[in-house]
C-alpha cells in the first residue's frame, strides 16, 4: 500500500510533535510511561526549588519536581514532585527543601518517619521544611561581621577626615620642627652620656676608694652598734639618774646655806671678809715692792728700819 507525500507529511507531523510534547515533559519532570507516586508539599517560599529537581530518600535520587505554582492568592506556593521507588514511608514525613551552593540549585529531600501515622500514598500532601543552604549560612554567619566592619569603617573614616583636620600644614610644621628639635636632644643626650662616661672611666679608681671606704665606714657602724647593744644601757641610765639626783641634792645644799660651800656661797658676811682681806693682801704686797727694805734687812749693825708709813697710791 502506498501512501501519498502528504499522508507520509503529516505523519512526520504527527511523530514529531508527540516527541516534542513527550521530550518537554520528560525535562519537566514527568514521565507518561512510568507510574510513580504524585505527592505535594506547601511552602511559602521554595528558595530556589525549580522543576525538575531532584527528590531524595537518604541521598538517593527517587523521583523529581514536576511542577511549583501559586497555591492562592497570599502567595504560598504548592510543589508537585514524583516519587519513583517503592520505598514506604508515613504521611507525617517531611518534605525538606536543602542544598544550594554557588553553582548547585535546591532540591527536595523526604525525611521518612516509619513509626507515625499511616503509610503515605499518592496524592498526599507531606509536611514542609526548608534547611539553610551554604548561601543562608554564609550570609548569616556574614551579616553581623558586614555590620560590624561597616561601623569599623566608618570609625576609620571619621579618625582619617579627623587627622586630616588636625594634620594641617601649620601642624605638619610645628611636628617636622619638633622631631628635628627632638633630633638634636637626642645628640645632646648622647653627647652627655660620653662626657658622663668619660668621668666615670677617669674617676674610676676614686670612686673604687671611695666604695671602699663606705664598706670600711659601714662595718664600723656595725661593729658600733655591736658595741652598744652589749652596753647595760638600764645599768648607765640608772647611773645617770643617780648622779644628776646627786647634783641635785648638792644643789639644794648650796642653795640652802647648808655646809662651808653653801655659807660661802650664801652668806654676805663671808664675801665682805674676804674682800677686805685680798684688799689689805695687796696693799702689803705694794708695800714690799715700795719698801722692801722694811721687810728685808740685813745689817751688821743693827740698823733699826725706822716706823712703817702707808704706801702713796694704796687702793681704798
Same mark, same amino acid.
Request: proline share 4%.
Given at each position: 500500500m502506498k501512501y501519498t507525500k502528504e499522508v507520509k507529511t503529516a505523519l512526520l507531523a504527527i511523530v514529531a510533535i508527540l516527541l516534542f510534547i513527550f521530550g518537554y515533559s520528560f525535562l519537566k519532570g514527568k514521565n507518561w510511561f512510568d507510574s510513580s507516586r504524585t505527592f505535594y508539599a506547601i511552602y511559602n517560599d521554595v528558595e530556589g526549588l525549580s522543576p525538575s529537581s531532584?527528590?531524595?530518600?537518604?541521598?538517593?535520587? &527517587?523521583? *523529581?519536581?514536576t511542577a511549583i505554582n501559586f497555591l492562592d492568592t497570599s502567595g504560598r506556593l504548592l510543589v508537585t514532585f514524583t516519587v519513583d521507588n517503592e520505598f514506604p514511608f508515613s504521611e507525617e514525613s517531611i518534605a525538606q527543601v536543602y542544598g544550594g551552593g554557588l553553582i548547585g540549585g535546591k532540591s527536595l529531600a523526604i525525611l521518612p518517619d516509619y513509626e !507515625?501515622?499511616? &503509610? !503515605?500514598? +499518592?496524592?498526599? /500532601?507531606?509536611? +514542609?521544611?526548608? =534547611?539553610?543552604?551554604? #548561601?543562608?549560612?554564609?550570609? =548569616? $554567619?556574614? /551579616?553581623? #561581621?558586614?555590620?560590624?566592619?561597616? $561601623?569599623?569603617?566608618?570609625? /576609620?573614616? +571619621?579618625?582619617? *577626615? +579627623?587627622?586630616?583636620?588636625?594634620?594641617?600644614?601649620?601642624? $605638619? $610644621?610645628?611636628?617636622?620642627?619638633?622631631? =628635628?628639635?627632638?633630633? !638634636?636632644?637626642?645628640?645632646?643626650?648622647r653627647n652627655s652620656a660620653n662626657s658622663v662616661e668619660g668621668v666615670l672611666s677617669e674617676n674610676t679608681p676614686k670612686l673604687n676608694s671611695t666604695f671602699t671606704n663606705l664598706d670600711e665606714m659601714a662595718t664600723n657602724l656595725k661593729t658600733f652598734s655591736d658595741t652598744l647593744n652589749e652596753i647595760d644601757i638600764k645599768k648607765v641610765t640608772n647611773d645617770l639618774e643617780s648622779t644628776v639626783a646627786n647634783l641635785e641634792d648638792m644643789s639644794e645644799k648650796l642653795n640652802s646655806g647648808d655646809g662651808t660651800i653653801g655659807k660661802l656661797i650664801n652668806d654676805p658676811q663671808v664675801y665682805n671678809n674676804l674682800e677686805q682681806a685680798t684688799r689689805q693682801l695687796d696693799e702689803l704686797i705694794q708695800d714690799v715692792k715700795l719698801n722692801p727694805k722694811r721687810y728685808v734687812h740685813f745689817s751688821i749693825f743693827g740698823k733699826n728700819p725706822g716706823p712703817y708709813s702707808p704706801p702713796k697710791d694704796s687702793l681704798k
Amino acid at each position: 500500500m502506498k501512501y501519498t507525500k502528504e499522508v507520509k507529511t503529516a505523519l512526520l507531523a504527527i511523530v514529531a510533535i508527540l516527541l516534542f510534547i513527550f521530550g518537554y515533559s520528560f525535562l519537566k519532570g514527568k514521565n507518561w510511561f512510568d507510574s510513580s507516586r504524585t505527592f505535594y508539599a506547601i511552602y511559602n517560599d521554595v528558595e530556589g526549588l525549580s522543576p525538575s529537581s531532584p527528590v531524595t530518600i537518604n541521598g538517593l535520587k &527517587v523521583g *523529581n519536581v514536576t511542577a511549583i505554582n501559586f497555591l492562592d492568592t497570599s502567595g504560598r506556593l504548592l510543589v508537585t514532585f514524583t516519587v519513583d521507588n517503592e520505598f514506604p514511608f508515613s504521611e507525617e514525613s517531611i518534605a525538606q527543601v536543602y542544598g544550594g551552593g554557588l553553582i548547585g540549585g535546591k532540591s527536595l529531600a523526604i525525611l521518612p518517619d516509619y513509626e !507515625a501515622g499511616k &503509610v !503515605a500514598k +499518592s496524592g498526599d /500532601t507531606l509536611p +514542609s521544611a526548608i =534547611e539553610e543552604g551554604l #548561601l543562608e549560612l554564609v550570609n =548569616e $554567619r556574614l /551579616t553581623p #561581621l558586614q555590620e560590624k566592619v561597616e $561601623r569599623v569603617i566608618t570609625s /576609620t573614616d +571619621s579618625l582619617v *577626615n +579627623s587627622f586630616n583636620e588636625v594634620m594641617n600644614p601649620a601642624t $605638619r $610644621r610645628n611636628l617636622k620642627l619638633s622631631i =628635628e628639635n627632638l633630633q !638634636a636632644t637626642v645628640a645632646s643626650l648622647r653627647n652627655s652620656a660620653n662626657s658622663v662616661e668619660g668621668v666615670l672611666s677617669e674617676n674610676t679608681p676614686k670612686l673604687n676608694s671611695t666604695f671602699t671606704n663606705l664598706d670600711e665606714m659601714a662595718t664600723n657602724l656595725k661593729t658600733f652598734s655591736d658595741t652598744l647593744n652589749e652596753i647595760d644601757i638600764k645599768k648607765v641610765t640608772n647611773d645617770l639618774e643617780s648622779t644628776v639626783a646627786n647634783l641635785e641634792d648638792m644643789s639644794e645644799k648650796l642653795n640652802s646655806g647648808d655646809g662651808t660651800i653653801g655659807k660661802l656661797i650664801n652668806d654676805p658676811q663671808v664675801y665682805n671678809n674676804l674682800e677686805q682681806a685680798t684688799r689689805q693682801l695687796d696693799e702689803l704686797i705694794q708695800d714690799v715692792k715700795l719698801n722692801p727694805k722694811r721687810y728685808v734687812h740685813f745689817s751688821i749693825f743693827g740698823k733699826n728700819p725706822g716706823p712703817y708709813s702707808p704706801p702713796k697710791d694704796s687702793l681704798k
